[in-house]
């Protein structure tokens, strides 16, 4: 698959979840909207991190973040459901041959033993918990994503290197209903 074919899959592929959810397509995040937000998410965590003296390249934690969902463009947006019946790693890890770019950042997003992946997955996560709360506030019923993102965050955050990001994370997430929503 061309890189720019698979680029264009990313922008107008929407995330699975939110459509089973009632999120009608056209309001529907895409992968790469995902991606993006996933992706500053990272820079501005690792930024913080830094500024608290941790040791972190934000750049790399960055890129990983932005990879880390490009193996969909190919393969498409498969949901915790389908995730969990099918070797989902191989099929990403094939995806991420095919595209021939990537590959080593997506390998590093799936060890988790850098502190720049579990950032990039901290992020990963409080991008679709922010979605989610989006949504609820335009009144979809994405609860249960609200509730499963908002556990995973914890969990995360449980991580000592991750742990001094609970405040700005918190802060993140504190969407309040008088909040303008930019999609509005």
């Known amino acids: 698959m061309r890189l720019e074919r698979a680029l264009r899959a990313s ?4 995330r699975t979840g939110w459509m089973l959810r009632g999120v009608p397509g056209a309001e ?7 991606s993006f ?6 820079y501005f965590l690792a930024e913080k991190l830094a500024m608290s003296g941790v040791r972190v390249d934000a750049e790399r934690a960055t890129a990983v973040a932005l990879f880390h969902d490009m193996g969909e463009s190919v393969m498409g947006d498969l949901v915790k459901w389908t995730g969990k019946r099918v ?3 191989s099929v990403e890890r094939e995806a991420f041959r095919e595209l021939k770019v990537g590959e080593e950042l997506f390998a590093e997003y799936s060890s988790r033993r850098s502190l720049e992946s579990r950032l990039a997955k901290l992020s990963d996560v409080l991008s679709t918990h922010l979605q989610a709360l989006r949504y609820a506030q335009r009144g979809y019923d994405v609860s249960e994503i609200v509730e499963a993102t908002s556990s995973e965050l914890q969990e995360l955050l449980s991580d000592p290197e991750l742990a001094p990001l609970k405040k700005e994370v918190q802060s993140l997430t504190n969407l309040k209903s008088g909040d303008p929503d930019p999609q509005t």
Do not use: N
């Open 11 to 14: 922008k107008s592929l929407c």
């Open 28 to 34: 529907a995040e895409t992968v790469a909207e995902h």
């Open 37 to 42: 937000e996933a992706a500053v998410l990272a």
């Open 87 to 89: 070797d989902k790693p």
